[in-house]
């Protein structure tokens, strides 16, 4: 069965968020266990993109205002915060090697 214009304009959009979530390492932030397992999105990509949003765009804001990492860490509040950025930026030389040796 031939998929109508707009399923495939969805699909599409999906395989790009999926592979931006995936770049940028956020299966490390997701609370689905098979996401983290798989280190790759495997829920809902839009649902996550919409809840990640904000954060991205606030961790965009702080790269161009400071452009190093550790200013960066240092403005964090929380701890559990500053654990998650911690591990999430653990996660990306590692990705960056894996899509390199594909």
């Known amino acids: ?3 109508s214009a707009a399923t495939e304009c ?3 959009r ?3 968020l999926r592979f ?8 490390r932030l997701c609370a689905d266990a098979a996401c983290r397992r798989a280190k790759a999105c495997r829920g809902d990509v839009r649902a996550c993109a919409a ?4 954060w991205l765009a606030a961790l965009e804001d702080e790269r161009r205002a400071r452009r190093d990492f550790a200013a960066i860490e240092s403005g964090i509040e929380t701890p559990a915060e500053l654990r998650a950025y911690r591990a999430w930026r653990r996660a990306l030389p590692v990705r960056a090697q894996s899509r390199r040796a594909e």
Do not use: F, Y
């Not at 809840?51 to 904000?54: E, G, K, N, P, Q």
């Open 1 to 3: 069965m031939k998929q």
């Open 10 to 12: 969805r699909v599409q």
């Open 14 to 16: 999906e395989r790009a």
């Open 20 to 27: 931006g979530a995936d770049r940028i390492c956020l299966w």
């Open 51 to 54: 809840r990640m949003a904000a």
